[in-house]
């Protein structure tokens, strides 16, 4: 019988390891899914890789799996951080989302000049990155931070990481992102709907560590450029080479 059932778990995950379930899973396990005792499931909590387990109590508000054999191990993805200015709920919701399933390491929300909106809910998104880990099949689920300031995060930059700024004001330039070899450590930057000031288009131009890139000769929405960017660095420099 394949497994067809996938469930992040906040718990070490080893051979004969109990793991309790909350509420809010048991619903899901036994209301939702309809699993009964014995039911077996993959299990990951982004560290111990993926797990066979088996149903051993189940409640209604609550219940216990067996941990069996490991399946998978860990599979880390490159170390990219996705930087974006939060933009309306539903899309904020499809950028983590996707950048989640598309092999993100970090994805951190930035407060940009034009930033529409100064408040996000990190555990909301953060419950959309393991969502998106336990759909696509991952083993390793992006911490979302909280929001920073895009002059602060620039302003603590590590030396060694790279930064792809996706600049609007770029379009058509037909500017990609050129040979780079040698860095392992990236971002990408994406701006928000009203798109990056002149004061930071200016000091991110200066900065040593910035590749300015185009996506091409159209503007995009900010949730399509973001999926947009990361297929570029994925398929450039990440793991689908
Ligand atoms: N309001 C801005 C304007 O009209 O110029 C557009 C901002 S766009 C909706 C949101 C973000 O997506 C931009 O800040 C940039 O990071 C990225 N973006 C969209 N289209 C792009 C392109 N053709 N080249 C580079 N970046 C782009």
């Given at each position: 019988?394949?497994?067809?059932?996938?469930?992040?778990?906040?718990?070490?995950?080893?051979?004969?390891?109990?793991?309790?379930?909350?509420?809010?899973?048991?619903?899901?396990?036994?209301?939702?899914?309809?699993q009964?005792?014995?039911?077996?499931?993959?299990?990951?909590?982004?560290?111990?890789?993926?797990?066979?387990?088996?149903?051993?109590?189940a409640?209604?508000?609550?219940?216990?799996?067996?941990?069996?054999?490991?399946?998978?191990p860990?599979?880390?993805?490159?170390?990219?951080?996705?930087?974006?200015?939060?933009?309306?709920?539903?899309?904020?919701?499809?950028?983590?989302?996707?950048?989640?399933?598309?092999?993100?390491?970090?994805?951190?929300?930035?407060?940009?000049?034009?930033?529409?909106?100064?408040?996000?809910?990190?555990?909301?998104?953060?419950?959309?990155?393991?969502?998106?880990?336990?759909?696509?099949?991952?083993?390793?689920?992006?911490?979302?931070?909280?929001?920073?300031?895009?002059?602060?995060?620039?302003?603590?930059?590590?030396?060694?990481?790279?930064?792809?700024?996706?600049?609007?004001?770029?379009?058509?330039?037909?500017?990609?992102?050129?040979?780079?070899?040698?860095?392992?450590?990236w971002?990408?930057?994406?701006?928000?709907?009203?798109?990056?000031?002149?004061?930071?288009?200016?000091?991110?131009?200066?900065?040593?560590?910035?590749?300015?890139?185009?996506?091409g000769?159209?503007?995009?929405?900010?949730?399509?450029?973001?999926?947009?960017?990361?297929?570029?660095?994925?398929?450039?420099?990440?793991?689908?080479?």
């Open positions: 019988m394949s497994i067809k059932i996938r469930l992040y778990v906040d718990h070490p995950l080893g051979p004969g390891q109990s793991v309790p379930l909350d509420r809010d899973q048991a619903h899901y396990l036994f209301g939702v899914m309809r009964k005792i014995g039911a077996e499931l993959a299990l990951f909590n982004g560290v111990d890789g993926e797990w066979r387990a088996e149903v051993t109590q409640g209604k508000r609550g219940g216990e799996l067996a941990c069996h054999e490991q399946m998978r860990l599979q880390m993805p490159p170390d990219l951080w996705l930087l974006f200015a939060p933009i309306k709920k539903a899309r904020t919701d499809f950028i983590v989302e996707k950048a989640a399933e598309m092999g993100a390491a970090r994805i951190v929300p930035v407060q940009t000049d034009f930033t529409n909106s100064e408040r996000i809910r990190q555990d909301r998104l953060q419950a959309h990155a393991v969502e998106a880990a336990e759909q696509c099949g991952g083993t390793y689920v992006p911490e979302v931070c909280d929001l920073q300031k895009l002059d602060r995060v620039l302003a603590d930059w590590p030396e060694d990481r790279q930064l792809m700024f996706c600049d609007e004001a770029e379009v058509g330039a037909g500017k990609a992102l050129g040979a780079v070899a040698g860095h392992d450590k971002a990408i930057l994406i701006g928000p709907e009203g798109g990056f000031s002149e004061a930071e288009r200016k000091r991110l131009h200066a900065l040593p560590f910035a590749h300015v890139v185009s996506l000769p159209r503007i995009l929405r900010a949730d399509t450029a973001a999926v947009a960017a990361m297929t570029i660095w994925q398929q450039h420099l990440g793991d689908w080479a």
